[in-house]
């Protein structure tokens, strides 16, 4: 009758503790900078300067300069997806916000990209081919050149003939 009663508690103390440990909220993994279209509102086109938005968002997930200096400031959120995905990684919140800032340090231009203007931007499909083909002079050239590198003293080829002799 007592051990009954002990199998019973460690099976409800099991059960518990299972249960307690489950949790029924989904994971969302969170890069980049949180509450980026909220943030972004406050900055104003030739009134913020680089303080403000360092203020306000922090330091740029990537940084270009070029004629002018171009920031992004990128916030991504994942969670698992559905049980018939298996578990897997699914993106619901992936936003971007492209700031160019002139060289006295004012922004210049802003624009804020989500996901759904991310899924309209059209992307050629056309390819670029390479510039010299097998029987150009290019490519002899170059090969000629792989295979003095390679083989300095000509030593390979001497082998090759050896073994092609026997």
């Not at 969170?30 to 913020?48: A, C, D, M, R, T």
Request: proline share 2%; aromatic share 12%.
């Amino acid at each position: 009758m007592y051990f009954v009663f002990m199998y019973k508690l460690i099976y409800i103390i099991l059960i518990s503790f299972i249960v307690s440990n489950c949790s029924f909220e989904p994971v969302v993994k969170h890069h980049g900078v949180p509450f980026l279209e909220k943030k972004q509102e406050s900055l104003k086109i030739n009134e913020s300067n680089i303080n403000d938005i360092r203020k306000i968002l922090g330091n740029p997930s990537t940084k270009s300069k070029f004629d002018t200096d171009v920031w992004i400031y990128i916030e991504r959120k994942q969670t698992q997806s559905k049980f018939k995905n298996l578990g897997r990684m699914q993106i619901y919140k992936n936003d971007v916000l492209v700031l160019e800032i002139d060289s006295y340090g004012i922004l210049k231009k802003k624009n804020f990209y989500n996901k759904d203007d991310m899924e309209n931007i059209k992307i050629t499909e056309e390819t670029t081919e390479a510039g010299f083909k097998k029987n150009s002079f290019i490519y002899d050239f170059m090969s000629s050149m792989r295979q003095k590198i390679n083989d300095p003293l000509g030593q390979r080829a001497k082998k090759a003939k050896e073994i092609k002799q026997r």
